[in-house]
């Protein structure tokens, strides 16, 4: 077991299997805070239905507008997060070239600024830990961790993102975790 950072910000939890039957069954989550105070994350395998035009009252770009909104986790589900990457800015909130944002109105100055290369992803709801919860779960297995590339934001696909981390960890139970079944009964 790897030895847990005094703080997981810029860190992937990824559910290790024991998580089955909540909210976060094989789902990979964004650290974007930790401290003394607790945790903040997002979810990064949830899309849902919903289009970012369709819970923001604001203006957008088209190529913003059409984003999917993606369920951050189970605390306040209308709250509004959003995750910019862009690889020609090195410095981000979270990690190189990626930040944390709240405020839909910033999303207009992104949008002015767009380039191809950009990626915005957009979450209604986040995952959230009381002062020492998600340090307590670690410490319980409950949750595999590795610091998370910010290149992975620039082809992130939600539907495979879970398995393929799973694969690519040294370890065979991993291995064996990303090729079981949902319902181990189908076995």
């Not at 089955?20 to 945790?39: E, I, W, Y």
């Amino acid at each position: 077991m790897r030895p847990t950072p005094s703080s997981l910000k810029g860190h992937l939890l990824l559910d290790g299997g024991k998580l089955g039957g909540s909210a976060f069954f094989r789902s990979v989550v964004l650290v974007c805070q930790h401290d003394p105070k607790g945790a903040f994350g997002l979810v990064l395998t949830q899309p849902s239905d919903r289009r970012l035009e369709d819970i923001l009252p604001i203006e957008l770009t088209p190529h913003l507008g059409g984003l999917t909104v993606f369920h951050g986790g189970p605390v306040q589900p209308n709250a509004f997060s959003f995750l910019h990457f862009h690889p020609q800015k090195a410095s981000g909130n979270v990690l190189d070239h990626l930040s944390l944002g709240h405020e839909p109105e910033s999303l207009g100055l992104v949008g002015s600024e767009w380039t191809e290369d950009q990626r915005l992803f957009a979450f209604a709801g986040y995952a959230g830990w009381s002062p020492g919860q998600l340090d307590d779960e670690i410490r319980r297995d409950s949750w595999l961790h590795q610091p998370a590339a910010p290149g992975m934001f620039a082809d992130l696909d939600p539907s495979l993102l879970w398995r393929r981390l799973l694969l690519e960890r040294p370890d065979w139970q991993c291995r064996l975790l990303a090729e079981s079944p949902e319902d181990l009964s189908w076995n």
